[in-house]
T-cell receptor, first 113, second 112 residues
Framework: ETGVTQSPTHLIKTRGQQVTLRCSSQ?????VSWYQQALGQGPQFIFQ???????GRGNFPPRFSGLQFPNYSSELNVNALELDDSALYLC????????????FGPGTRLLVL | GQQLNQSPQSMFIQEGEDVSMNCTSS?????WLWYKQDPGEGPVLLIA???AGELTSNGRLTAQFGITRKDSFLNISASIPSDVGIYFC????????????WGAGTKLIIKP
């Protein structure tokens, strides 16, 4: 059984650019949630995908968007990057939408200059 | 937005000591969760609580769901070096279908 994997592990972008982060869910899981974790803070929920549909969204602007593929892997896209987007981006997968059953990946560290 | 106040922000303890941390909110929660995050990794669920007053243990860890449903506590007994890390509380509001609200974390450091 493979765990949740994310790529890339680290990324540096400049303000205004676009970025795509990737997540492979744990085998058998059909739900992926994305979180933003700023330094010294807890994770903030961005959105959740269940069977390729967005299933809920936190307080993030539309320039944060996502996709889930038939194999339940997922992408997080962020357009028009801002300095405050610098953070650790975590994805978590679960079977169904209950977040307490989710398993987290190691995250992608994004730095926006 | 909704907030969880987690304290203390950090703790310096001796190996073998007991540890206590807590989360409070002005809102009522129907689920409380406690996670641990090690450097370079995502959070790992330690304990889940679903009923007011519930007391649940996981090895040396014990967590309680406060009677008012606005707070939760985590205790670690006889700390060991591998307990080092950041502990997060997270809660689900009573009117939320799934979204968790997270605290800012308690960083546990063991003095040599």
């Amino acid at each position: 059984e493979t765990g949740v994997t994310q790529s890339p592990t680290h990324l540096i972008k400049t303000r205004g650019q676009q970025v795509t982060l990737r997540c492979s869910s744990q085998s058998g899981h059909n739900t992926v949630s994305w979180y933003q974790q700023a330094l010294g803070q807890g994770p903030q929920f961005i959105f959740q995908y269940y069977r390729e549909e967005e299933n809920g969204r936190g307080n993030f602007p539309p320039r944060f968007s996502g996709l889930q593929f038939p194999n339940y892997s997922s992408e997080l896209n962020v357009n028009a990057l801002e300095l405050d987007d610098s953070a650790l981006y975590l994805c978590a997968s679960s079977l169904g939408g209950r977040q307490e059953t989710q398993y987290f990946g190691p995250g992608t560290r994004l730095l926006v200059l | 937005g909704q907030q969880l106040n987690q304290s203390p922000q950090s703790m310096f303890i001796q190996e073998g000591e007991d540890v206590s941390m807590n989360c409070t909110s002005s809102s009522i929660f129907n689920t409380w969760l406690w996670y641990k995050q090690d450097p370079g990794e995502g959070p790992v669920l330690l304990i889940a609580l679903y009923k007011a007053g519930e007391l649940t243990s996981n090895g040396r860890l014990t967590a309680q769901f406060g009677i008012t449903r606005k707070d939760s506590f985590l205790n670690i007994s006889a700390s060991i070096p591998s307990d080092v890390g950041i502990y997060f509380c997270a809660g689900r509001l009573t009117d939320s279908n799934y979204q968790l609200i997270w605290g800012a974390g308690t960083k546990l450091i063991i003095k040599p």
